[in-house]
């Protein structure tokens, strides 16, 4: 088996989980550069930072869903029953007739 070029060092990895790579565009940079200033404890560490933002993304995605679905629950509710005696009591079976079988 031929050796590594000089100066690569071959070690296990600790995780069997995907590894991403990213450029660290101007974008990037600008929010790694925010988060340093938001967690200072850890501006060293611009792999740190990027885990940080991934973890306040999926926080902030999973609170826009809570709200959204909290918004359609109150809009169900506050429309139910409005539009009684509109719809006879045949209404769907009149409406299913004209459906092509």
């Known amino acids: ?6 100066g690569v060092t071959l070690v296990a990895m600790p995780t069997t989980r995907s590894r991403h790579v990213i450029t660290e565009s101007d974008r ?7 988060a340093a200033k ?8 611009r792999g740190r930072l990027l885990v940080r933002l991934v973890e306040e993304g999926i926080r902030v995605i999973h ?3 809570d709200r959204r679905q909290t918004a359609w629950a109150e809009a169900v509710r506050e429309t139910a029953g409005v539009l ?4 006879g009591s045949r209404y769907l079976e009149e409406l299913r007739e004209d459906w092509p079988e």
Do not use: C, K, S
Not at 1 to 6: K, W
Not at 28 to 34: G, H, P, S, T
Not at 38 to 45: E, K
Not at 84 to 87: A, I, S
């Open 38 to 45: 938001r967690w200072p404890a850890d501006a060293h560490n």
């Open 63 to 65: 609170q826009d869903h």
């Open 84 to 87: 009684p005696g509109v719809y």
């Open 28 to 34: 990037i940079a600008e929010a790694l550069d925010d």
């Open 1 to 6: 088996m031929p050796h590594p070029p000089v």
